[in-house]
T-cell receptor, first 112, second 111 residues
């Protein structure tokens, strides 16, 4: 089966610009998650979708971050406007309930 | 609040050694525990998943054990190779399903 796909793999943007990250989960996985790792810190949860519904968005840093999951398939994470502290690696993962997680290769975001 | 700690933070060993990486968690009421590997600039690769009812899982040269009562999991790597060099992460989900990660152990195996 195809894995979790994320794009772009890298993005360099200026402070104040907008960036949209995309994640395509494994087909049939209702659960989709976004995580982030900023420099020197552990990977932290951002939010969790079950199909198209947000199950838990307690990890979203602030209202500059907007996540959507159209039709319960792929998901996008938009940062608008981007700030320097948003730099990091953004991971997407999907899972079947009660099973392990499959992660994508991540999007490395650099805000300059 | 679940906290996950990994020691050591970094480890450098010669090829061929057997290794033990440690993962501790504060809340023993876990659902499962998963070990991942992250290569530089790459995503997370799942290595082993241990359900709460299991004591260990094995895959090739890797063996992961789980002791819920003591809040610990260990990842044992037998006969280490340079290709094992990576960051190893353990993670466990909270009841809401979100994973709590440790800070990782950065492993370097030199020839």
């Amino acid at each position: 089966e195809a894995g979790v796909t994320q794009f772009p793999s890298h993005s360099v943007i200026e402070k104040g610009q907008t960036v949209t990250l995309r994640c395509d989960p494994i087909s049939g996985h209702d659960n989709l998650y976004w995580y982030r790792r900023v420099m020197g810190k552990e990977i932290k949860f951002l939010l969790h979708f079950v199909k198209e519904s947000k199950q838990d968005e307690s990890g979203m840093p602030n209202n500059r971050f907007l996540a959507e999951r159209t039709g319960g398939t792929y998901s996008t994470l938009k940062v608008q406007p981007a700030e320097l502290e948003d730099s990091g690696v953004y991971f997407c993962a999907s899972s079947l309930q009660g099973r392990g997680y499959t992660f994508g290769s991540g999007t490395r975001l650099t805000v300059v | 609040k679940q906290e996950v700690t990994q020691i050591p933070a970094a480890l450098s060993v010669p090829e061929g050694e057997n290794l033990v990486l440690n993962c501790s968690f504060t809340d023993s009421a876990i659902y499962n525990l998963q070990w991942f590997r992250q290569d530089p600039g790459k995503g997370l690769t799942s290595l082993l998943l241990i359900q709460s009812s299991q004591r260990e899982q094995t895959s090739g040269r890797l063996n992961a054990s789980l002791d819920k009562s003591s809040g610990r999991s260990t990842l044992y790597i037998a006969a280490s190779q340079p290709g094992d060099s990576a960051t190893y992460l353990c993670a466990t989900p909270l009841h809401t399903d979100k994973l709590i990660f440790g800070t990782g152990t950065r492993l370097q195996v030199f020839p």
